[in-house]
């Protein structure tokens, strides 16, 4: 139907590493909060994490892509305001969410989409942060929030994008397991996988899966202890946890969480509410062909939600 208008691409781990900061500033007298003010603070911060980047990241001492350097929330004298500039205020206080990639990688990616496309404007962004996006929008929760990306090779544990834990285990992690010990292809091991999760497997291969399923559970739920303690360095995590990318209920994540060892994290000592997102939770939002309704792409639904966002 010819080449796209604008373009969207979204770095999921280990392709990016990200931070949020927290910029405060307090005077005795009003000040008024200017754009341009705001942006040299930015500025500042970015420098610094790029500081990061070359000490931990890159050996070459080249220069990252600046993904995203974007607001996520700022109070004014302690209350929230989503346009803060032009107003006055004694105390400002800006939560920041930046990430950075190799720009080898972003520029590889434009020359592709010249060759294909043509001159296309391409917006780069991170799956946390364009997660976080689509959950306000979409759910509205109330206060902080816990998501857990699992969907590829690894798990992203983010606290509403304050912090960002990641571990190499993921979904794709224990197909790789199917797959070695049936003998079969990576895409024949997920559909195993989801033959498991819904109880239609036959008796002899459930005996060989289960094994594989109770190990993983067990190695998934002491990498996310390991996390979680982590994050809660911060102090006490909301109860709300949203789980994201497990298509089948074959590891059975959600009772995982609902652990009673996790309810030392969270604000009143309870366990976690988990939920976990899947397409349905999507679906009014779009228009189906009758094959996809029940079978979308949560990460795909999710990305094309945003898109519409940011491109209107």
């Known amino acids: 139907s010819g080449r796209p208008d604008k373009i969207l691409c979204v770095f999921s781990s280990p392709w990016f590493i990200s931070q949020t900061r ?6 005795d007298e009003p000040f008024e909060i200017k754009k341009g003010f705001l942006e040299k603070l930015i500025d500042a911060e970015v420098k610094t994490f790029k500081g990061r980047w070359q000490s931990e990241v890159s050996r070459s001492g080249e220069d990252p892509e600046v993904f995203e350097r974007n607001p996520m929330k700022v109070t004014l004298n302690g209350y929230p305001t989503k346009k803060p500039f032009g107003k006055r205020a004694k105390e400002l206080k800006a939560y920041i969410y930046m990430s950075l990639g190799m720009k080898e990688i972003a520029d590889e990616i434009r020359n592709i989409i010249l060759e294909n496309f043509g001159n296309r404007p391409i917006s780069f962004h991170t799956l946390p942060f364009v997660v976080s996006s689509v959950l306000d929008d ?6 902080g929030y816990i998501f857990a990306d699992i969907g590829g090779e690894m798990s992203d544990i983010s606290l ?15 197909l790789r397991k199917i797959s070695s010990e049936f003998k079969t292809s990576f895409n024949e091991a997920s559909s195993l996988a989801e033959k498991f999760g819904s109880g239609r497997m036959n008796a002899s291969d459930i005996e060989k899966i289960t094994p594989i399923m109770e190990g993983a559970k067990k190695e998934w739920t002491v990498l996310l202890r390991k996390a979680l303690i ?15 990318g497990c298509k089948d209920n074959s590891l059975n994540l959600i ?17 976690f509410d988990v939920r976990q997102i899947l397409p349905g939770a999507l679906k009014h939002y779009f228009n189906f062909k009758k094959t996809l309704k029940n079978d979308g792409d949560v990460f795909l639904m999710i990305e094309s939600f945003f898109a519409d966002k940011i491109f209107k």
Not at 138 to 143: K, L, M, Q, S
Not at 230 to 244: A, V
């Open 230 to 244: 982590e994050l809660s360095g911060r102090g006490p995590l909301s109860k709300d946890f949203f789980l994201i």
């Open 138 to 143: 979409v759910i509205h929760p109330e206060g």
């Open 22 to 27: 927290i910029i405060s500033l307090k005077k």
């Open 255 to 271: 009772d995982c969480v609902k652990d009673d060892f996790f309810s030392r994290f969270t604000i009143l000592g309870s366990s």
């Open 160 to 174: 509403v994008l304050e912090e960002t834990v990641s571990f190499p285990f993921g979904r794709n992690s224990i």
